[in-house]
């Protein structure tokens, strides 16, 4: 692994993390697209559903800018990567269960982003791994 193709897949990582953190506030901010996304049923959002989307909407669109600040020094701000796995998106894998263990979410719903979820979670281990190979603070088991 050299330098440039690290920095590359960094790279690559921040700005699809980016991208999709910045499409996932859409049904965050406008509930007529979640009740298209999620399918939820005659969907009419009370007060307490505005607000709390409303505070994970800014903290979502906070991770998008988080992302955009890692790519400015990819390799010293890796670890970015790290904890956009874990706690973030497993956090969110694990909401997502729960709401599909209760019946709130239909399984067909999330099918589709446990697979952009586990992909996501390929690259962005796989490009730190890389990189911190890279930089000799790695060593793979033998």
């Known amino acids: 692994m050299n330098k440039q193709n690290a920095v590359f897949w960094l790279r690559v990582s921040y700005w ?9 506030t859409i049904p965050m901010l406008f509930p007529r697209f979640a009740r298209i996304v999620f ?3 005659e969907f009419t959002p009370g007060p307490a559903y505005r607000y ?8 979502m669109l906070g991770w998008t800018v988080l992302l ?6 990819p390799l010293a701000r890796k670890g970015v990567l790290l904890i956009t796995v874990f706690p973030a998106i497993m956090g969110i894998i694990g909401t997502e269960v729960y709401a599909v263990t209760t019946g709130f979410i239909p399984l067909g719903k999330v ?21 911190a ?10």
């Open 16 to 24: 699809i993390g980016a991208v999709i953190d910045g499409f996932a």
């Open 111 to 131: 099918i589709g982003t446990w697979a952009l979820q586990i992909l996501l979670i390929a690259l962005f281990s796989g490009s730190y791994f890389n990189a």
């Open 52 to 59: 709390a989307m409303g505070m994970g909407a800014a903290l």
């Open 133 to 142: 190979r890279y930089e000799g603070k790695y060593q793979p088991p033998h």
């Open 39 to 41: 399918g939820f049923p």
């Open 68 to 73: 955009l600040w890692a790519d400015q020094d």
